[in-house]
C-alpha cells in the first residue's frame, strides 16, 4: 500500500487541517462495509471525486480520473493501528507556511515523482 502525507491547497479546504494521511488502494480488491446508499460523492476537481460518510461526514475515500486503479483511503478513518507507515509527503509547495515538515521522509512539491 502507498501511503502518504498530503499537503495540497484543496486537501486542507476539505480536511480542514493542515494535511491528510491517504494510503492508496487496489480498486479491484477494495469493499465497502456499509451499503452506497450511505455514501455522499462530490467532484471535487475535474479529476478528482471523493466519497463522504453521509452520516457523519468523514471523508471515506479519493478516486482520481487519472488513477481508476488505484482507490486513496483516509488513513485517519481507522479504528485500530496498522503497520501502515508514511512514505513521503507530496504538494509540499502548497503547504501551510505554518506547518513546520521535521521528518526525513521525501517532499515533492507536486504529486508522488514530480
Given amino acids: 500500500m502507498m501511503c502518504c502525507f498530503v499537503t495540497a491547497t484543496a486537501v486542507k479546504k476539505i480536511t480542514g487541517a493542515a494535511f491528510a494521511t491517504y494510503g492508496g488502494v487496489s480498486a479491484v480488491t477494495f469493499n465497502w462495509l456499509c451499503h452506497s446508499s450511505k455514501l455522499n460523492k462530490y467532484q471535487s476537481s475535474k479529476a478528482v471525486t471523493r466519497y463522504f460518510c453521509r452520516h457523519c461526514g468523514s471523508t471515506l475515500i479519493s478516486i482520481d480520473r487519472a ?25 509540499v509547495s502548497s503547504k501551510a507556511h505554518w506547518y513546520k515538515i521535521t521528518d526525513r521522509l521525501p517532499q515533492y512539491t507536486g504529486a508522488y515523482g514530480c
Avoid at 76 to 85: A, E, H, K, Q, Y
Wanted: proline content about 12%; glycine content about 4%; overall charge negative.
Fill in 67 to 91: 488513477e481508476p486503479e488505484t482507490i486513496y483511503l483516509s488513513l485517519g478513518l481507522l479504528d485500530s493501528n496498522t503497520p501502515i507507515i508514511p512514505q513521503y509527503h507530496q504538494f
